[in-house]
């Protein structure tokens, strides 16, 4: 088969690969149709996050349609189009048994290698999956929209660590593809007021047409005095923070009234962030983590089936997988700054 292979740091091959070996008892065969390149790749695709070692085929926003299945699988059929839960969870677990597969102690990620593991991914014409992290497709969403369920999928999971309410004022940190998502979310959930603070203003123009009721850019404007200013002095009940890195985590904090919360869901750079601990301590802040999703892939897939979340509008291209290479390299450049998610179909 055909796949995006990384050779290197910053290395990436359009190479013959060996054909998946034949599904096992549990596992079907896909035949991958539409993949998303993640910001994750990207910082893993240039080693600076240590978690995609090659040599490794990356991808794990995927869809496609079932090519074979194995002995024991019956609830599936060749041709079904599916997508699949990116996480590989043991099942057994304390926290399988609870429900929090993303926890999961024995937790692996398709596309992803780093030292304890190595899981390769749907940049490829074909990935052998257990059958359990199958999901049907519904027939009005597409393959490129089909692989953006995850992505979907982590946003849902972000919103559902906090309880929300109708008078609720939100602010989401960071326009890119997660913060994007994290507003629509919110709109579903009911939320009135949401302020969306970024650096770009196309983004934050697109933010204004996903749902959110304010914007902020972050390098020109005073975010926590306009979070005053709409909610009368008391601060934002809740902050999203889809960046990671210090002054954004900060500024997610200092927008939030005392005792509101926020859900830290960026995660660009492995390195120790600074935190505001008295303010924190003081103002009686809670602080939740927010990684990957659990058991959110069915919401997932009606909102993008009923229209609830757009991603048309985040796809930014759809390229053959053998322009791999060249999009890695134009998303990594400042260039890639102007681009949302690129789609590559074998």
């Known amino acids: 088969m055909k796949a995006l292979l990384l050779t290197a740091p910053s290395r990436l091959g359009y190479v013959d690969f060996p054909d998946p070996p034949a599904p096992a008892p549990e596992e079907v065969r896909l035949r991958i149709r539409a993949c998303g390149i993640c910001g994750s790749d990207v910082h893993g695709w240039d080693g600076s996050t240590g978690r995609r070692q090659p040599p490794l085929i990356m991808g794990h926003e995927a869809a496609g349609e079932i090519a074979a299945v194995g002995a024991a699988v019956r609830d599936w059929r060749p041709g079904d189009r599916v997508t699949f839960d990116s996480t590989r969870s043991c099942g057994v677990c304390d926290c399988c048994r609870a429900g929090r597969v993303n926890l999961c102690a024995d937790r692996r990620v398709f596309g992803v290698a780093p030292a304890e593991y190595r899981q390769h991914g749907a940049f490829a014409e074909f990935l052998n999956v257990p059958a359990r992290l199958l999901y049907r497709l ?116 200092s927008a939030l009234r005392r005792g509101g919360s926020a859900v ?72 890639g700054t102007g681009f949302l998610k690129v789609i590559l179909s074998p």
């Open 138 to 253: 519904d027939d009005r969403v597409p393959f490129s929209h089909a692989a953006m369920a995850e992505p979907v999928a982590v946003a849902l999971h972000a919103v559902g660590r906090v309880r929300t309410a109708p008078a609720d004022t939100a602010v989401v940190i960071g326009a890119g593809m997660i913060g994007l998502l994290v507003v629509q979310a919110l709109r579903m959930a009911g939320v009135a007021r949401i302020v969306a603070a970024d650096l770009s203003a196309a983004r934050l123009a697109l933010a204004r047409e996903l749902g959110a009721t304010a914007t902020c850019h972050s390098g020109t404007d005073d975010l926590v005095a306009e979070v005053n200013r709409l909610t009368g002095g008391r601060g934002a009940d809740l902050a999203f923070e889809a960046v990671g890195l210090t002054p954004t985590v900060n500024l997610a904090l």
């Open 264 to 335: 830290l869901v960026g995660n660009v750079s492995p390195a120790t962030q600074d935190f505001p601990l008295q303010a924190t301590v003081t103002r009686e802040l809670n602080i939740l983590g927010s990684c990957a999703s659990a058991g959110e892939y069915p919401a997932a897939l009606a909102a993008l089936a009923s229209g609830a979340i757009r991603v048309a509008p985040l796809i930014s291209a759809v390229a053959p997988l053998a322009e791999g290479a060249d999009w890695f390299a134009r998303l990594s450049s400042r260039e």
